[in-house]
């Protein structure tokens, strides 16, 4: 990371390759390779494993907590986002009467829950305008009724970043019933994280953040536990799991344990704690203080190129991605692969991601190979 032998030596398969897709799927150093073999000891002991495994587990638990911003006691893993949404959706059971907010720059995952549900609260969305999220056209949507802000720190969309306090303090003022939910998937472990202050905070665990699919993250500070505390059957969610009473009711533990309700996916619960502790090593202020110049590189590169990026660029607020739209987008992408240089296409979109291991040489390889495939494709 940042420094080249230690890139060369922690991340061996992004030799030969200009590696720009961290937003859809991280690059783990060999450190998170070697956390996964100890898994697969551990297995192997059976049920005498079984101590190791939940010593990882806790372990995660208190790094992640650092990241985020919580103690570790209100932190625990599910096995996706999808997965901390849906159970949220049960913490909350919300009635047609109740209104939610989410933005048109939100993930899936985070947005739909509230759409699926059998009962629906009235949603109220907010749009974005030039790619950003104003807080004007969010006073309007905020009152009394609203019971949930639904945000994404980091737009997987576009790469805008929320300013988090002032969002904060609206919404706390304006809609005081509300539980403000915050998606940090497209952050953690690439900016400093300032949204510890939310009712629940939720990640996913293949990107920024180094580790491997089937974990979920479900922060949840003690004060917001008993407000959201999901209804869900299960065991290691519950208090009284094995005692005389589990089948006369289901004690289930408030907050974030409410939302890890079987045997944890410990694989990826190992990755992420040598994800993360990697990450600690170098430190994410260093690793932002790296790469958001290298985003505002390919910010104004594409700006040369003619192309008009998605959101514009603060560099107080920044974030590790970038996109545009392009008629060729696809053709755009098909070569710049073919000259191993990976970013994300996806409905017209063209999206680049920067992380603490891309290089200057890297955006310059970029820019370069996108001037090309301007000129043969015009
Ligand atoms: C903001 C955000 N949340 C969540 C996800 C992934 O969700 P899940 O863990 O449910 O697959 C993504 C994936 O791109 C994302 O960008």
Redesign the pocket.
Known sequence: MIDPALIARDFPSLHGRTYLNTAAEGIPPTAVGEALHRYWEDKLQGMDGRAAHFEAERACREVTARFIGVQENEVAFCS???EAYNLLSTALALEPENEVVLSDLD?P??ATPWLAARVRPKVRLWKSTGGELSLETLSPLLNEKTRLVQV?LVS?YNGYRLPWAPLRDMVRQRAPQAILSV?V??ALGRCVLDCGDADIVIS?THKWSMGIHGG?IAAIPARSAARLTARAGGWYNLENAFAENRFERAEIKPGAFSFATGMPSFAPIYALNAGLRYLETIGVKRIAAHADPLTERVHHGLVELGLTPMAPFHRENASGIVAIRHPQAEQMHARLHASKIHLMYNAGRLRVAVHGYNTADDIARLLHELREALTKLS
Do not use: E, I, M, V
């Open positions: 996706c986002s999808a993930f995952s985070g994404s997987f998606d998937t497209q996913s979920g």
